[in-house]
């Protein structure tokens, strides 16, 4: 079972839906969880962070963290064909815990 | 310059020969991050820089890999006897904190090993 688990998709919805993205994770030391949008042949790019447990929310994009259930989620509201692009989810520890793990992506396409 | 720079951009080599892949983080980052992406998958860390020292080498495959970082700045990323196996994205982040919460990436270097 891998540390980070995450639907690769694709995921494709119409312009101004709502969208849904999830990681799930099986190490409880994970503290500070973040999500990144990766366009093709373009390297990450940090979207959101979370620290523990919480929502947070930064103009269209929500980030929300349940450690109890061990599940994270990105919402995309009023999406755009901009926000075409891979999204990973990524994790890591508190202690010293600089080995960040990446979900694997889900791709997400954005219909106009 | 203005984000994190990776030279080249893309690489092919033939098996058994050795490559060096660069990164020049951005300025006054002291913190560096080596990763490997292959096609469907997300980045897998491979090693960890804070200023001159790698203070985290765990996510190196095996011995054919190493890196430096001589002055604190600029990293190499080097390849022995490469293998085919090796061919992936190879990705530089950098970041002004211990923590990567805040992490710039590069473009990446395609590797392919043929």
């Known amino acids: 079972q891998k540390e980070v688990e995450q639907d690769p998709g694709p995921l494709s919805v119409p312009e101004g839906a709502i969208v849904s993205l999830n990681c799930t994770y099986s190490?409880?030391?994970?503290?500070?969880f973040m999500w990144y949008r990766q366009y093709s042949r373009k390297g990450p790019e940090l979207l959101m962070y979370t620290y523990s447990s919480g929502n947070k929310e930064d103009g269209r994009f929500t980030a929300q963290v349940d450690k109890s259930s061990k599940y994270i989620s990105l919402f995309i509201r009023d999406s755009q064909p901009s926000d075409s692009a891979t999204y990973l989810c990524?994790?890591?520890?508190?202690?010293?815990?600089?080995?960040?793990?990446f979900g694997a992506g889900t791709r997400l396409f954005v219909k106009a | 310059g203005a984000g994190v720079s990776q030279t080249p951009s893309n690489k092919v080599t033939e098996k058994g020969k050795y490559v060096e892949l660069r990164c020049d983080p951005i300025s006054g980052h002291t913190a560096l991050y080596w990763y490997r992406q292959s096609l469907g998958q997300g980045p897998e860390f491979l090693i960890y820089f804070q200023g001159t020292g790698a203070a985290d080498d765990s996510g190196l495959p095996n011995d054919r890999f190493f890196a430096v970082r001589p002055e604190g700045s600029v990293s190499t990323l080097k390849i022995q006897r490469t293998e085919r196996g090796d061919s992936a994205v190879y990705l530089c982040a950098s970041s002004s904190r211990a923590v990567d919460t805040e992490a710039f990436f590069g473009q990446g270097t395609r590797l392919t090993v043929v």
């Open positions: 190490n409880s030391a994970f503290q500070y």
């Open positions: 990524a994790m890591s520890g508190d202690t010293g815990g600089f080995k960040t793990i």
